[in-house]
């Protein structure tokens, strides 16, 4: 904690201790300690992710009951595998900014830069595509609206969690001093 007369915005409360503490857990480790774990580690949420948000639009346009019941059962592994990312990025978007130190806080801003450019292509290719299809006769492009407009929502929402875990470096290993490449 800090002293008094110091801001408020700049205490950490028992919440930012705990998810500090929650977040820097190194109890599965193993689950993320190299780049090729974190990799399917995000690959799997993207599927996770694709899945459910198929499944939701499924639900909407369909009456298919047991759509729900898939949903219910992705959103375990969904969590289990959002937890792995924010462990392997030791909460870099999950904590608040007056946890994160100022490596960690130019670090946020990166992955956020780089989401935020994903995701423009992302937008740029929906906008092209759904004109696409209009252009094409295949269709109107309002069956397509609620669709995209949720895909590209959820992507937009996660993309930076998932630029975190593919950017994420590997944990010096124990007794060793960090190099210059480290720093």
Not at 76 to 99: D, F, Q, S, Y
Request: aromatic share 6%.
């Amino acid at each position: 904690m800090t002293t008094p007369g110091t801001p408020q915005r700049d205490r950490r409360t028992r919440y930012d201790e705990r998810m500090f503490a929650l977040m820097n857990n190194r109890q599965g480790a193993a689950l993320y300690a190299t780049a090729a774990r974190r990799r399917a580690a995000v690959a799997v949420h993207v599927v996770l992710t694709a899945a459910a948000v198929a499944t939701g639009i499924g639900m909407s346009v369909t009456d298919l009951r047991w759509l729900a019941f898939a949903l219910l059962a992705l959103i375990l592994p969904w969590c289990v595998a959002t937890g792995v990312i924010n462990g392997a990025t030791r909460g870099l978007l999950e904590l608040r900014k007056h946890v994160l130190d100022e490596r960690q806080l130019a670090e946020r801003d990166r992955v956020h830069a780089r989401a935020h450019r994903l995701t423009t292509y992302l937008l740029a290719g929906a906008v092209v595509g759904v004109a696409a299809y209009d252009l094409t006769g295949q269709g109107p492009a309002s069956t397509l609206l609620i669709p995209v407009l949720v895909a590209v929502f959820v992507t937009h929402w996660l993309m930076p969690m998932w630029v975190a875990g593919l950017t994420a470096r590997d944990e010096p290993a124990e007794g060793t001093e960090p190099g210059p490449e480290m720093l």
